[in-house]
């Protein structure tokens, strides 16, 4: 078949497409549902800075206690070296604290998965551990391990691990009985059932703690820096607030949120390109 037959024949099938009733509907809802998710955060942004603004102009805040948003915009613009140059040190723990904890909580998960006595006795002290505040657990490790990148990255890998523990237990556990003595049946091991059925079942949960740690390994490395650091956000913020320059600590938080946002938008991206049986959301 000829270049030109198969583009006709792609023509008319658009066209016949096109003029489907229920086609057209459902492609009416997932352009407004599209146009839903991108207005309504924008709405939801727009709206605090108009309430922010109109807090500061109407209660007249002193600008060391709050700046207006332009004060902040300006910040950003005249500071954008020095921000940009803190921000990487951060991204860098964030991102290290993120891999390292998920992964270590994956395989945890897989290991009390399939060994119900060591998920009795290591799963309490996991919670117990967890228990402890991040504040607490930041000196320790500062301690232990130095004033460089590497208590940054345990921190944040540690705020990263339980979520993702809890929800991959819970993925890898609630598999179909049916499906489960189907695999039996077919006298399929015990690895077979792990990756075909176990891991498939669990994706929608992992991604759903995934996207909880993509935020949360930010604030793990943020507090990490306030123990003990002299460059990245968290030290950027401490010294904006000795000095009472508050158009830069809010410029800094700023830049912390976009980090966090710009993660979770990672997350979210790779788990449309992995999880595609899903259906759509219709909210």
Known sequence: MSTSSLDVSSASAATLAAADPEYQAWATARQRRLWRRRLLPAL????LIVLWWA?????DVKPFIAPSPWAVVETLYAKRAVLLDNLLPTAMEAAGGFLLGNLAAIAIATVFVHNKTLQDIFFPVVLMFNAIPLVAKAPVLVLIMGNGMEPKITIAALVCFFPTLVNMVRGLESVNPQAMELMRVL????????FRLRLQNSLPYLFSALRIAASMSVIGAVV?????ATVGIGAMILQATFN????????????SATLSGLFFLLVTLAERWIIRWQPESQH
């Open 187 to 194: 006298s399929a091991s015990k690895t077979e059932i792990f």
């Open 244 to 255: 009472f320059d508050s158009p830069l600590l809010y410029a800094a938080i700023v830049m």
């Open 55 to 59: 807090v500061i102009a109407i209660f």
């Open 44 to 47: 939801g942004i727009t709206g």
């Open 224 to 228: 990490g820096e306030w123990v003990g």
